[in-house]
């Protein structure tokens, strides 16, 4: 398995309040991605990054901030905390050989809720 | 743009019959395609991929995948189910050097004894 953990693995927080959940990987790869699961969505795309201090938006960024300072560790953060940010969070990374981008590798989860 | 289509959102099949879950994608380039399996309560498996060399793409656990560019299909194939398949999947696509990937909403298997 792809050395990727999350942390928490689980955390209940009240609306209103910061939260911030931590993807560590020992791949050294250059990609890292955070993704939430909601059922009938699959999973949407909330920032990536593509380097150390690179990072971008994705498909549903409004109320998340993502921060990488390190290769190994990307960061996200929920500036407030709301109940429609109830969901799992999935951190992934992937890597390229040649021209050729590699598969992502998933990270365990961390389940979210917000009361 | 990209985009993925899995046409059936539950499948359910008995314990030894054949699986066929479908995927349709767009894409304006030469794709790279992927299944990954969630089993409940679990993080996402990478099942097979397809990167522009063989369109008959074997992975892991008897499953299998055809690309067909004529179709814009990338449809999940397994001959016979088994109890341990029950779980979610879905079809992954992205572009040639290219770094963001397009998840379907993800196909339900369900199999019975």
């Known amino acids: 398995d792809a050395g990727i953990t999350q942390s928490p693995r689980h955390k209940v927080t009240e609306t209103g309040t910061p939260v911030t959940l931590r993807c560590h990987q020992t791949?050294?790869?250059?990609?890292m991605y955070w993704y939430r699961q909601d059922p009938g969505h699959g999973l949407r795309l909330i920032h990536y990054?593509?380097?150390?201090?690179?990072?971008d938006k994705g498909e549903v960024s409004d109320g998340y901030s993502v921060s990488r300072s390190k290769t190994e560790d990307f960061l996200l953060t929920l500036e407030s905390a709301t109940s429609s940010q109830t969901s799992v969070y999935f951190c992934?990374?992937?890597?390229?050989?040649?021209?050729?981008?590699?598969?992502?590798?998933f990270g365990p989860g961390t389940r979210l809720t917000v009361l | 743009a990209q985009s993925v289509t899995q046409l059936d959102s539950h499948v359910s099949v008995s314990e030894g019959t054949p699986v066929l879950l479908r995927c349709n994608y767009s894409s304006s380039y030469s794709p790279s395609l992927f299944w990954y399996v969630q089993h409940p309560n679990k993080g996402l498996q990478l099942l097979l991929k397809y990167t522009s060399a063989a369109t008959l793409v074997k992975g892991i656990n008897g499953f299998e995948a055809e690309f067909k560019k004529s179709e814009t299909s990338f449809h999940l194939t397994k001959p016979s189910a088994h109890m341990s398949d029950a779980a979610e999947y879905f079809c992954?696509?992205?572009?040639?050097?290219?770094?963001?990937?397009?998840f379907g909403s993800g196909t339900k298997l369900n199999v019975k004894p």
């Open positions: 992954v696509v992205t572009l040639y050097n290219f770094n963001k990937f397009y």
């Open positions: 791949e050294n790869h250059r990609y």
């Open positions: 992934a990374i992937s890597g390229i050989s040649g021209e050729t981008y590699n598969e992502q590798f």
């Open positions: 990054s593509y380097g150390v201090k690179d990072t």
